[in-house]
């Protein structure tokens, strides 16, 4: 019996230490920090909230909304990363952090972004607010605007940089999240200024021209792996904030604490719940998508159309699903008919899992589909006839 355990408790033991280290890893964190979120940003699936929903003091986070509304001012034209924009008397007034832009100084707008995402400048978020809206007054009534329309329930903006000490200015974690998710999805290219550690810009004002150098504030590009942003923000009223985003293996999370009690458990908790966000996800992502066939039109005289997908198809498992199982299959539309304009949806390509639907891409029209008139059908019937009598006629040579 004792030769028996000497040689089974080694295997014991072992065991039991894979299994605590397999706990430890799944384990949810246990963290200082009294308001923070999770989040994957294709998808917008929640891996850990604590007290998400609790509206507090952002900070400079506040700035997320500001860039955001920028991006969008930028997609639609109405601005342009050239364009030069003139620092008011009251955007030069604000305090805290600054890039010390001057009365009547002109930035591009790029460079202003730049201020905004590394320095944290609330000169320069002023600057862009009264370049976009006239006021930021009016700006932050379009900030407040977009959180309605996001679905941020526990969100108010008094101020476009969050410098205000107002308690009518808050946000939970969650609605950071939405709003850090919504900038990422929609314009990616906005971790290439995030991501910037440090860079030079020349103030060229009546007194000369002189060079400042841009510090990022995010410490966590340094020090964690696949960390390209987002911002962080910190006021004795809010104490220590910070949406952080890192993207590995093709997935991206956003890691939001707030209210954090000093800026090494800021950083340190940011970091650690990424590296739970991303010891539960997996991602999968279809490489093999088939050529979808041609297909027939009711109503029209043309013989095929072919079609396309609309989109991409991924799928977030926290679970540890296997991938292998997943089952793909084309569903199309009852009655396929004229008039048909293309990306007009007409049908959908379905992916299961162990029986049950994940997800689904439309399948749209790649080109037109006219509805056949009688002229289109007495064409085609003098067209088949025409050679009809051509075959014959080569037929009897």
Same mark, same amino acid.
């Given at each position: 019996?004792?030769?028996?355990?000497?040689?089974?408790? @080694?295997?014991?033991?072992?065991?039991?230490?894979?299994?605590?280290?397999?706990?430890?890893?799944?384990?949810?964190?246990?963290?200082?920090?009294?308001? =923070?979120?999770?989040?994957?940003?294709?998808?917008?699936?929640?891996?850990?909230?604590? !007290? #998400? !929903?609790?509206?507090?003091?952002?900070?400079?986070?506040?700035?997320?909304?500001?860039?955001?509304? &920028?991006?969008? #001012?930028?997609?639609?034209?109405?601005?342009?990363?050239?364009?030069?924009?003139?620092?008011?008397?009251? =955007?030069?007034?604000?305090?805290? /952090?600054?890039?010390?832009?001057?009365?009547?100084?002109?930035?591009?707008?790029?460079?202003?972004?730049?201020?905004?995402? &590394?320095? /944290?400048?609330?000169?320069?978020?002023?600057?862009?607010?009264?370049?976009?809206?006239?006021?930021?007054?009016?700006?932050?009534?379009?900030?407040?605007?977009?959180?309605?329309?996001?679905?941020?329930?526990?969100?108010?903006?008094?101020?476009?940089?969050?410098?205000?000490?107002?308690?009518?200015?808050?946000?939970?974690?969650?609605?950071?999240?939405?709003?850090?998710?919504?900038?990422?999805?929609?314009? @990616?290219?906005?971790? *290439?200024?995030?991501?910037?550690?440090?860079? !030079?810009?020349?103030?060229?004002?009546?007194?000369? *021209?002189?060079?400042?150098?841009?510090?990022?504030?995010?410490?966590?590009?340094?020090?964690?792996?696949?960390?390209?942003?987002?911002?962080?923000?910190?006021?004795?009223?809010?104490?220590?904030?910070?949406?952080?985003?890192?993207?590995?293996?093709?997935?991206?999370?956003?890691?939001?604490?707030?209210?954090?009690?000093?800026?090494?458990?800021?950083? #340190?908790?940011?970091?650690?719940?990424?590296?739970?966000?991303?010891?539960?996800?997996?991602?999968?992502?279809?490489?093999?998508?088939?050529?979808?066939?041609?297909?027939?039109?009711?109503?029209?005289?043309?013989?095929?159309?072919?079609?396309?997908?609309?989109?991409?198809?991924?799928?977030?498992?926290?679970?540890?699903?296997?991938?292998?199982?997943? *089952?793909?299959?084309?569903?199309?539309?009852?009655?396929? /008919?004229?008039?048909?304009?293309?990306?007009?949806?007409?049908?959908?390509?379905?992916?299961?899992?162990?029986? #049950?639907?994940?997800?689904?891409?439309?399948?749209?029209?790649?080109?037109?589909?006219?509805?056949?008139?009688?002229?289109?059908?007495?064409?085609?019937?003098?067209?088949?006839?025409?050679? &009809?009598?051509?075959?014959?006629?080569?037929?009897?040579?």
């Amino acid at each position: 019996m004792k030769k028996l355990l000497f040689w089974i408790l @080694p295997f014991l033991l072992v065991q039991n230490s894979v299994l605590l280290f397999a706990f430890s890893v799944s384990a949810e964190p246990e963290i200082d920090t009294p308001h =923070a979120v999770v989040m994957e940003v294709s998808t917008g699936t929640v891996l850990y909230e604590k !007290d #998400a !929903d609790t509206p507090v003091h952002p900070a400079s986070v506040t700035k997320i909304m500001t860039v955001l509304l &920028i991006f969008e #001012a930028l997609e639609k034209g109405s601005i342009s990363l050239d364009d030069e924009v003139v620092t008011s008397e009251y =955007a030069k007034s604000m305090g805290g /952090s600054q890039v010390y832009l001057e009365t009547g100084e002109v930035q591009t707008v790029e460079t202003l972004l730049k201020c905004i995402l &590394i320095a /944290s400048g609330n000169d320069a978020a002023v600057a862009m607010a009264e370049a976009i809206a006239g006021s930021e007054e009016a700006f932050v009534e379009q900030m407040n605007q977009k959180a309605a329309e996001l679905g941020m329930e526990h969100t108010h903006f008094v101020d476009c940089c969050g410098l205000t000490d107002s308690a009518d200015h808050y946000l939970s974690a969650r609605d950071v999240a939405i709003m850090s998710r919504e900038l990422l999805r929609r314009y @990616p290219e906005v971790t *290439e200024y995030s991501d910037i550690w440090m860079e !030079d810009m020349t103030h060229v004002t009546a007194q000369g *021209e002189s060079v400042f150098t841009l510090s990022n504030t995010n410490k966590l590009l340094r020090s964690y792996d696949g960390c390209d942003g987002l911002k962080t923000g910190s006021t004795s009223y809010a104490k220590y904030c910070l949406s952080a985003t890192a993207r590995r293996d093709g997935i991206r999370l956003v890691s939001v604490v707030l209210t954090a009690p000093d800026t090494k458990t800021r950083f #340190a908790e940011a970091a650690e719940l990424l590296d739970y966000g991303f010891s539960r996800c997996s991602m999968y992502y279809d490489e093999e998508i088939p050529a979808l066939p041609k297909i027939s039109v009711k109503g029209t005289i043309q013989e095929e159309f072919t079609v396309k997908l609309d989109g991409e198809f991924s799928y977030l498992s926290t679970t540890g699903e296997d991938f292998s199982l997943i *089952e793909k299959h084309f569903e199309w539309d009852g009655d396929i /008919s004229a008039p048909l304009e293309t990306g007009d949806a007409i049908g959908s390509y379905v992916y299961t899992l162990d029986g #049950a639907e994940i997800g689904r891409v439309p399948i749209v029209m790649a080109e037109s589909a006219p509805e056949a008139g009688y002229l289109d059908y007495l064409n085609l019937a003098w067209e088949r006839w025409a050679n &009809i009598r051509l075959r014959n006629s080569r037929n009897m040579l």
